[in-house]
């Protein structure tokens, strides 16, 4: 009898070893899968240091990581680099891609087919040369004129040499036959500066300027009007991935495929970073006051 309980308590104790065993291989498998889902939810946005798309790649990251439980790292280059990235697969998408115009010629046109187009996440954009109302000049034609010429030095404070407004802006120069003017590369940060402090003193100044920017709700400016059409008509900003994404990071391509909001969606996060808050700070809070416009961005996800 002794003998028969202990053959039955050894195969007691074997069967609870091998589903213990089982359980522990199921586990571990399951945590395998966990960690690789996780490793692979790595993404690379590239971006350009303008306000608004400081704005609204901050805002995409935080949903990312947030809500889709991603790792991002931000690309900060020029516009060139930007399309260049996201066609050869160095970067992984963008939502930076201002077309027709600023961006359109020179940059998407050349690396169209190598990259994937999700369509329009903002409407409403311009471009242009941008003086404080306080001026008393209406065009472009208008800096022709010698007295509006000195009172700036013949100077168009400029941004960043490879972004698509200055080359619309050197072509400007040209058409609207500015010889003596000299178009100044600087950067967004330096040539918003310069335009605060003149401001301030009620100076002469005129810029390269476009809109959302959060600098046209704190000053009072205007665009010179553009007879010519040098700067096109009102754009769009586009959402460009690279091909292949929808395969690899479905769940990523979906959310940058629904991605949309307003020139004032991009405007309030751009007036929260210039007033001192962090890009990260300014990401969460537009992201916590506007629940029901991100739960349509991730829906279906």
Same mark, same amino acid.
């Given at each position: 009898m002794k003998k028969k309980m202990s053959i039955l308590l050894m195969a007691f104790m074997a069967i609870t070893l091998v589903l213990a065993g089982c359980s522990s291989n199921k586990n571990n498998a399951g945590n395998g899968e966990t960690s690789t889902a996780n490793k692979n939810k790595k993404i690379t946005l590239a971006y350009v240091a303008w306000d608004s798309e400081i704005a609204s790649t901050n805002v995409v990251k935080e949903v990312l990581e947030s809500k889709l439980d991603y790792k991002v790292e931000m690309l900060q280059v020029d516009a060139g680099p930007m399309y260049v990235g996201v066609a050869d697969g160095s970067a992984d998408a963008m939502v930076s891609a201002w077309l027709p115009s600023t961006h359109g010629e020179n940059y998407y046109e050349p690396n169209k087919d190598k990259l994937e187009d999700l369509g329009v996440n903002l409407k409403g954009t311009k471009l242009g040369l941008v003086v404080p109302t306080y001026m008393d000049i209406k065009s472009i034609e208008d800096l022709k004129k010698e007295e509006v010429g000195k009172l700036v030095?013949?100077?168009?404070?400029?941004?960043?040499?490879?972004?698509?407004?200055?080359? %619309?802006?050197?072509? =400007?120069? +040209? #058409?609207?036959?500015?010889?003596?003017?000299?178009?100044?590369?600087?950067?967004? !940060?330096?040539?918003?500066?310069?335009? %605060?402090?003149?401001? =301030?003193? +009620? #100076?002469?100044?005129?810029?390269?300027?476009?809109?959302?920017?959060?600098?046209? !709700?704190?000053?009072?400016?205007?665009?010179?009007?553009?007879?010519?059409?040098?700067?096109?008509?009102?754009?769009?900003?586009?959402?460009?991935?690279?091909?292949g994404l929808k395969e690899d990071q479905p769940t990523a391509y979906r959310l940058l495929d629904q991605f949309e909001w307003t020139p004032a969606d991009m405007e309030s996060v751009m007036v929260d970073i210039s007033g001192g808050m962090s890009e990260q700070e300014a990401a969460k809070k537009w992201i916590e006051t506007n629940e029901a416009k991100v739960n349509e961005w991730i829906a279906g996800i």
């Open positions: 030095d013949y100077t168009i404070t400029g941004i960043e040499p490879g972004a698509g407004l200055m080359t %619309q802006t050197e072509k =400007a120069v +040209k #058409e609207y036959d500015l010889k003596k003017w000299n178009l100044l590369e600087s950067s967004s !940060a330096a040539m918003v500066k310069v335009l %605060q402090d003149a401001y =301030a003193k +009620k #100076e002469p100044i005129v810029i390269t300027g476009w809109t959302p920017h959060w600098m046209f !709700a704190d000053l009072e400016l205007k665009y010179l009007e553009d007879p010519k059409k040098v700067y096109g008509e009102s754009e769009e900003i586009h959402t460009l991935v690279r091909l």
